[in-house]
Every structure is written in C-alpha cells, then in structure tokens.
C-alpha cells in the first residue's frame, strides 16, 4: 500500500518542551559568543607571542615564558635586561626565570659597599681629629684661671749698630718759591726721559751681571745701585704731573743737579 507524501504526519513537540529548547539554544550561543570573546582576548593579550609556552586562561597573560619573563610585564625575553636580575618565582602563577627589578643597594657590589663605608669612616676620622686638635690648641691659650697673667718685661728697643748712609729720600713740603723753583728744573728735564728710560735700562742690566756682595766687584755693586736709585727717582719724577706734585725731595737740588751732569 503506497503512501502518500501528504498523508505523512510530523509530530509536535509537545508544549511544555518548548521552553527548554530555547534555553539549550541560548545558552549554545551564548558559549560560542564566550568562545569568540576569550580567542579574541588571547589574541591580543601577552600570550600571543612566540616564547610563551604556557598561559592563563582566566588573565589572558603569559605565565611561563622560555628563557625569562618579566614580572611585571609578562613580556619574554632572552635575557634580562640592564638593572634587571632573574630568579625563580616565590608564588604561583609565574612558572620558570622572572626577571625583577633591582633596587638601589642591590645595584651596588659588596666591594663597592665596602669601599665606600671605608671612606666615609675615615672621613669622619680626620673630621674628629681636626676638631679634637683645634679644642686642645685653644685649650691650651686659654690661662688657666688659678694661674696669675705673666709679667712682661720691658722691651727696650736694641741698641743701633748701623747708621743709615742713604740720602734723604723723603718729601717735604717747601715754600711757594722754592716749589716753583723745582718744577722749572724738573720741566727742563722732560724731554730728556726716553735718555733716563734708556741709561735705566742699560745700567740695571750691568747691575745684574755682577755677582754678591762677597765678591771683588762689591764696590762697583754699590755704585751702580746708587745709579739705579737715582735715575728711578728722577724718572718717577718726570712722569708726574704738576699739579700733582704738592711735596718735593728732601735733596731734591742734589738729585736734579746729578740728572743734569749726566745728560751733559
């Protein structure tokens, strides 16, 4: 007996299935949206690099890397890098060499650290000295309290057993006259420096070649010093203005009358 395709029928669910069937469906896709979300956060995260060997699903970060990794990056590195040391990890989730950041007095070695305590104690040595040596030093100018003040003897000046021979080479203040007197044969003598800067010059330079006191040219010594002297003076002298000079030289006739023979 054939059987038509018309008279063929398909069962129902029956009404109270309906609503499970829609939950089975949504949460189907809910786990494939889940699904989605969590490869596309893996994508992204610090698991998706070429040396990371294991990862947290729950975080999304790497946990094991193959050489080191960073604790607080999650990065991996072949090494780790300048200020940086690796260690084994004191808690879970990192697994395998973390690098962690140094601290200060870990950047300094032991022998650094001992260098530098050793300067610093004997720093603080010298200071102590210095400081213990300036108390004692002022200790002992202090008198002592009990102790009277010492008697100073009287000083009396010492005998002089030489007599200064050199002329009288300080100023004094003269009359009127006798100042306009010197100024007009100081003015006739102005044209004459360049002669005294040049008989100076050539006369300190033969000073210069004789030897000490002790020697056989002692006398020569003297004289050409007492020149020297005297041709300083005048050109002093000579180089001063007028209205500046309100003193004169003690020999100041003396010392003009020489300059004069000298030129002549």
């Known amino acids: 007996m054939e059987t038509h395709p018309s008279d063929l029928h398909f069962s129902q669910p029956p009404q109270i299935l309906r609503p499970l069937i829609g939950l ?10 889940a699904s989605n979300h969590s490869n596309g956060t893996l994508q992204i995260s610090s698991c998706n ?6 990862c947290d699903l729950e975080t999304a970060e790497c946990v094991k890397c193959l050489y080191v990794i960073m604790a607080s990056s999650r990065v991996c590195h072949s090494a780790c890098p300048p200020g940086h040391s690796s260690s084994w990890p004191p ?21 650094d650290l001992s260098i530098i305590a050793g300067a610093a104690v004997g720093g603080a ?3 102590g000295v210095i400081i213990g040596a300036l108390l004692y030093m002022r200790r002992r100018a202090k008198p002592h309290p009990d102790q009277p003040p010492p008697d100073h003897p009287h000083h009396y000046p010492l005998p002089r057993l030489w007599r200064d021979k050199r002329p009288k080479t300080t100023e004094v203040s003269v009359a009127d006259e006798e100042r306009a007197e010197f100024l007009q044969q ?13 008989m100076l010059t050539h006369t300190r330079n033969r ?3 004789l ?4 020697s056989p040219t002692d006398t020569k010594a003297k004289a050409y010093r007492a020149v020297v002297r005297d041709l300083s ?3 002093t002298l000579l180089n001063r203005r007028d209205e500046h000079i309100l003193t004169v030289p003690g020999d100041w006739r003396r010392l003009l009358t020489w300059a004069a023979r000298v030129l002549a």
């Open 211 to 214: 030897r000490g006191p002790d």
């Open 233 to 235: 003076r005048v050109l």
């Open 207 to 209: 000073f210069r070649t």
């Open 125 to 127: 040595v010298c200071v």
């Open 91 to 111: 808690d879970p989730p990192l697994m395998g060499r973390v690098c962690t950041e140094r601290s200060v007095l870990a950047l300094v070695s032991g022998r």
């Open 24 to 33: 089975l469906l949504l949460l189907q896709i809910s786990s494939a949206l």
């Open 186 to 198: 100081l003015d006739g003598l102005r044209g004459e420096a360049s002669n005294f800067l040049e």
């Open 49 to 54: 690099q070429p040396d990371c060997l294991r």
